[in-house]
């Protein structure tokens, strides 16, 4: 029977090349669960279903609750799908849950919105348990000023300055409609949501925020970065392995 099998899907993406097929990166997570859910399907040698991703994490970065769907034909139940790739996968890749979806779900059209959340460590101790899941900063940035910048990016703009394709031909019009910026002792957390985000644009958007928290950069400039339409003018991509997606919307 063929299926449309939906996808919820957590990782730690510290060993991987991201989410999508690489040419110079042969581990990625879409790569491996293609792999073990060919031999789950018993597809013929060097056959693999296509598993679409609700995004395309980049290399290094996590998540929580990934959405990704493919149809295959099979006999076997949402619960024996769920145990076999739990069993087979390596242990930093784990499946929640698994539906049979409608024959027209798409992981990534589909999709309405998506949550990611940015994590940095401020503390003077160091974060053994956690080193690879949040960024380490040396001081702590003024949150207060980091609110106010955030707030010129709320609502639907040309985030270009954020995009780290300078090639890029599609629209680079996004809709960010929540930033919040939480303090829990030794850890400042960036949440960030909206309809969609452009090549590294939340990292991007964390850097040049920490420009602001470090007094480097006024908050009132961000208003002037998004109207350059110029990378160049934005601050710098924090590193990968602060941030994980953490949700992914769906009417």
Not at 59 to 71: D, E, I
Not at 213 to 220: F, I, K, L, Q, W
Request: net charge negative; charged share 25%.
């Amino acid at each position: 029977m063929n299926r449309n099998i939906r996808l919820t899907i957590r990782y730690d993406g510290s060993r991987y090349g991201g989410w999508e097929h690489q040419p110079d990166r042969p581990m990625t997570i879409q790569g491996k669960l293609e792999q073990v859910l060919a031999r789950m399907l018993m597809l013929p040698e060097g056959e693999v279903p296509l598993v679409i991703g609700a995004g395309r994490t980049d290399a290094g970065v996590h998540a929580l609750a990934m959405t990704a769907n493919l149809h295959a034909e099979t006999e076997m139940t949402e619960e024996e799908i769920l145990a076999y790739l739990n069993h087979y996968l390596p242990d930093d890749i784990g499946v929640d849950d698994v539906q049979f979806a409608s024959p027209r779900f798409h992981a990534r059209y589909n999709a309405t919105g998506k949550t990611y959340c940015y994590r940095i460590w401020c503390g003077d101790r160091k974060p053994v348990f956690e080193r690879k899941y949040l960024t380490v900063t040396e001081g702590r940035p003024d949150t207060g000023r980091m609110r106010q910048a955030a707030a010129y990016l709320i609502g639907t703009h040309d985030f270009r300055s954020f995009c780290a394709n300078p090639k890029m031909k599609k629209s680079t019009v996004r809709t960010v409609d929540e930033i919040t910026i939480e303090e829990e002792e030794e850890i400042i957390r960036f949440t960030f949501h909206g309809g969609g985000f452009l090549q590294n644009m939340v990292r991007i958007l964390v850097g040049t925020l920490l420009e602001v928290g470090y007094g480097r950069m006024e908050p009132e400039r961000v208003r002037e970065i998004l109207e350059a339409l110029d990378r160049r003018e934005a601050g710098p991509t924090a590193p990968p392995q602060g941030l994980m997606l953490i949700g992914v919307d769906y009417d």
